[in-house]
């Protein structure tokens, strides 16, 4: 519990920090493009229109999902999963990008993973108004569910700072990890309810409840909850209960390991 309070204690200690090597990232990787940071919103819109005309129009034939819009539906997971997945990439292979930095001078190197997550929301919350205007477009009327949403953000980034944590570290100590990495996520995009109705899929009922303990799915399913007005959190309690011992195990898994392994980070590399 020490090494957990330490390592988010550093996260308050130097949010300042966070917030500037974040925008200084963004403006380092789209300094050279016309469109500059207009690429965050632009990139995944393009990806979002190809997965509609692949699985919209040309699998589902323009079949809602229940009495739900596809784009709709397939639009609010898509969100969060673009995310998501940019940031478990990002933060995992963060520290190891920045070695240069952490090897000349004191820093603290918990909050690399954190500079990745804070980053990718410049490319998050234009995508959420998007989101937010679809489901306008398309009838939807906000309510009452509408303010769970915060919770699953808080879920969604709590998730992605215990996992990122963990995957940074152990990027350092096992380099191969960061492409294994890369692997699975890409078998996560079709598990993870991003694209895919796993509810309505011909899996066994024990398969589908299975998937849907995946930390991932938790996530992406909470956020069509609230916008498109299902149910609430507590609803679910078992899965939410899974959903946060997971977190919990992550984070203290990944706090152990940070501050055992990373006066050391310079000597694995």
Known sequence: MKEIITVIKEQFEHIGMIFRMSRYEDKADYQNHYLG????????????????????????????????????????????????????????????KQISLVSKMKFPVSVLPTTTIVGNLTSYFPMVAIVIGTVLFFGISPSIYWIQYFYYFICMISFLFAFGLLNATITILIRDYHIFLQSIIRLLFYISGAIVNIENSQLPVFAVKILKINPIYYIIDGFRDSFLSREWFFEKAAYTLIFWGIVLTMLILGSHLHMKFRAKFVDYI
């Open 37 to 96: 940071l207009a690429w965050q919103v632009l990139n995944p819109a393009i990806q979002i229109g190809i997965y509609y005309l692949v699985f919209g129009i040309g699998l589902r034939q323009g079949q809602e999902v229940g009495d739900v819009p596809f784009i709709v539906w397939m639009l609010v997971g898509v969100t969060a999963w673009f995310y998501i997945n940019s940031t478990i990439l990002g933060a995992s292979n963060s520290i190891y």
